[in-house]
């Protein structure tokens, strides 16, 4: 079968600016499938998956390339028709539980607005579902935490609410933005888990943006690893991390804490790794230049 | 779980205490002033003029606060003063919350073409010194109540507008705002529920100050001859005819510009009491 969602050639720049903040990037994922976005601060992660949802900053814009969600190309779409096909198939779990939460209203209609207001439930129906999820993601009193506001609750159990709110609608696409960076070590994992969990049993296609590989190891199928805003290297997970074909990736890789030999642990990437991996890039912006 | 709802519930403070009071007598006198001035505010009588405040040796004890030159009881006119100045606050601040806020929301919330026609609007006005405009203002519209709350509407309005813009912007940023937009829903439902309620607190503290700035206005207009009639008992008024007997009868200067700083300052420190209280951060 076909990919759900298709990213062919994207790029996307400072408003006015010739620097591109994402390059060409391409990649595609199945239903039910997980691909992994790496790379370090900057690198252009979450921007992909704001310019897959839409939610670009202002300044930023899209100036090539296309985005196939379930076979219709977002960029040729309508705003309206766009927002709607996004709101009705995919949805997000944001970096900061602290933020993505409205502290001025109560959890329940944050997480029932989008079954009402845009897929026309009832509000009965949208209620026992927003119980159900909240059920399924481990909160054992429902009732008192939709009734709460969100700074009357924890950080992992406002990262709880919000995967119940992203998986409430049956998203076929699920973009996690460092899910867990916000958490502590112990939440983490809890929260690691649970994401896993409902993927699984509801086959949602997921883009699971992180800068951790240890995540990445549990979590995803396939990883992407990025470098100023391109993709160095496209690799299935257990390739991954038997021999990374990259030299950065191999670089990150070696980076990755280990946990049995603390003393190794704080290995930075190679000076020259970078620089030969920046050269890449940028060679690959005066190709792109000329091309275009 | 978190169970903090009760502790959370703070004390109201001295602040809010102190200035609420002294705003809800004010009102009180001002909704009920025929009723509870003694005497008509305009009613002179010339054999009885710069009589003073009960206190003292000459008083009559049917002028609590004494008289003017004229005869006019202050006591009656200070009340009835409360009535001019408390509908200027309540009209004048809310007119100008509501336009400023409005055209701040959308500016800070659309952006684009229309933040920037708003924005250069914005600086333009405020090039204007404020008490030369509403001068000019009161000169083209004529006195009256109705003019000095337009003049105050079409000066201060910026003031609300700079803020909410700010804070709808900031609250623009957030990521419920972009959760809200993933969701689908319309841009006006998301203007409207998701940073409306979060602009609020700022808007209701930037109202409560504007209503004591809204009474100064009118006092300076009223000092200036600018305001309602001339023999009108405004604050402002008897503050600038006090101002030529103040030698032989400094009552008449003395308690209309006590009560005007009373006035203001519960106003804008009711303000800061309850930014205090809404404040999300803090709550």
């Known amino acids: 079968m076909s990919a759900f969602l298709t990213v062919n050639n994207l790029s996307a720049a400072l408003h006015g600016f010739d620097q591109r903040v994402l390059r060409s990037v391409s990649f595609s994922i199945d239903t039910?499938?997980?691909?992994?976005?790496?790379?370090?601060?900057?690198?252009?992660?979450?921007?992909?998956?704001?310019?897959?949802?839409?939610?670009?900053?202002?300044?930023?814009?899209?100036?090539?390339?296309?985005?196939?969600?379930d076979g219709q190309d977002l960029q040729k779409m309508k705003p309206a028709d766009r927002r709607r096909l996004i709101g009705a198939t995919a949805a997000l779990i944001p970096q900061d539980p602290l933020t993505a939460l409205n502290p001025s209203r109560r959890i329940e209609p944050q997480i029932t607005n989008r079954l009402v207001d845009i897929l026309g439930w009832t509000k009965s129906d949208a209620r026992g579902r927003a119980m159900e999820l909240l059920?399924?993601?481990?909160?054992?009193?429902?009732?008192?935490?939709?009734?709460?506001?969100?700074?009357?609750?924890?950080?992992?159990?406002?990262?709880?609410?919000?995967?119940?709110?992203?998986?409430?609608?049956?998203?076929?696409?699920?973009?996690?933005?460092?899910?867990?960076?916000?958490?502590?070590?112990t939440v983490q994992k809890q929260i690691l888990r649970l994401i896993?969990?409902?993927?699984?049993?509801?086959?949602?296609?997921?883009?699971?943006?992180?800068?951790?590989?240890?995540?990445?190891?549990?979590?995803?199928?396939r990883l992407s690893v990025l470098y100023g805003g391109k993709i160095v290297e496209n690799s299935s997970v257990p390739d991954f991390f038997e021999g990374p074909k990259h030299a950065y990736s191999r670089a990150l890789l070696a980076a990755t804490p280990k946990y049995n030999d603390p003393d190794a642990s704080l290995l930075p990437v190679d000076e020259a790794v970078i620089e030969a991996v920046a050269a890449e890039v940028l060679a690959a912006d005066k190709e792109w230049r000329h091309g275009g | 779980m978190l169970d903090g709802r009760g502790s959370l519930k703070r004390r109201l403070g001295a602040r809010l205490w102190l200035s609420g009071t002294w705003l809800?007598?004010?009102?009180?006198?001002?909704?009920?002033?025929?009723?509870?001035?003694?005497?008509?505010?305009?009613?002179?009588?010339?054999?009885?003029?710069?009589?003073?405040?009960?206190?003292?040796?000459?008083?009559?004890?049917?002028?609590?606060?004494?008289?003017?030159?004229?005869?006019r009881d202050v006591l009656s006119r200070l009340?009835?003063?409360?009535?001019?100045?408390?509908?200027?606050?309540?009209l004048a601040g809310l007119a100008t919350a509501f336009v400023g806020s409005t055209l701040g929301l959308l500016a800070g919330y659309m952006r684009g073409w229309v933040d920037i026609v708003i924005s250069r609007l914005v600086d333009i006005w405020m090039a204007f010194p404020p008490v030369l405009f509403a001068i000019l203002l009161i000169a083209v519209l004529g006195t009256g109540l109705t003019s000095i709350i337009i003049a105050i509407v079409v000066i201060d309005w910026t003031r609300f507008c700079r803020v909410v813009r700010a804070e709808a912007m900031n609250q623009s940023a957030m990521d419920y705002v972009s959760s809200a937009i993933v969701a689908g829903r319309p841009r006006r439902?998301?203007?409207?529920?998701?940073?409306?309620?979060?602009?609020?607190?700022?808007?209701?503290?930037?109202?409560?100050?504007?209503?004591?700035?809204?009474?100064?206005?009118?006092?300076?207009?009223?000092?200036?001859?600018l305001s309602i009639s001339t023999d009108a008992p405004t604050w402002g008024g008897m503050i600038a005819e006090g101002r030529t007997s103040i030698h032989q009868a400094w009552w008449v200067l003395a308690f209309p510009l006590g009560v005007l700083?009373?006035?203001?300052?519960?106003?804008?420190?009711?303000g800061e009491g309850l930014k205090d209280r809404f404040d999300p951060v803090l709550r």
């Open chain 1, 32 to 69: 039910g499938e997980v691909l992994g976005l790496v790379g370090e601060s900057g690198a252009g992660k979450s921007m992909i998956g704001k310019a897959i949802l839409g939610i670009l900053p202002s300044a930023i814009e899209i100036v090539e390339g296309e985005i196939l969600l």
């Open chain 1, 135 to 185: 059920n399924e993601v481990h909160i054992d009193n429902p009732e008192r935490v939709m009734a709460s506001y969100p700074h009357e609750l924890s950080g992992g159990m406002r990262q709880r609410v919000l995967i119940a709110s992203a998986f409430a609608a049956n998203p076929k696409l699920v973009i996690a933005d460092e899910p867990t960076t916000a958490l502590d070590v």
């Open chain 1, 196 to 221: 896993r969990e409902l993927q699984t049993r509801h086959s949602t296609a997921m883009v699971f943006v992180t800068h951790d590989l240890g995540v990445v190891s549990k979590v995803c199928q």
């Open chain 2, 24 to 71: 809800g007598i004010m009102a009180l006198l001002a909704l009920f002033a025929p009723l509870i001035s003694p005497h008509d505010p305009l009613a002179q009588d010339l054999f009885a003029g710069r009589l003073p405040p009960f206190w003292l040796s000459g008083s009559d004890s049917a002028y609590l606060l004494g008289t003017d030159s004229l005869g």
């Open chain 2, 79 to 90: 009340i009835h003063g409360a009535r001019i100045a408390f509908s200027v606050a309540l």
């Open chain 2, 189 to 225: 439902d998301i203007l409207w529920r998701e940073i409306l309620p979060n602009v609020l607190p700022t808007i209701v503290v930037l109202s409560t100050l504007e209503m004591g700035i809204a009474v100064i206005v009118e006092a300076i207009l009223s000092f200036v001859n």
């Open chain 2, 261 to 270: 700083f009373l006035t203001v300052l519960s106003f804008s420190q009711f």
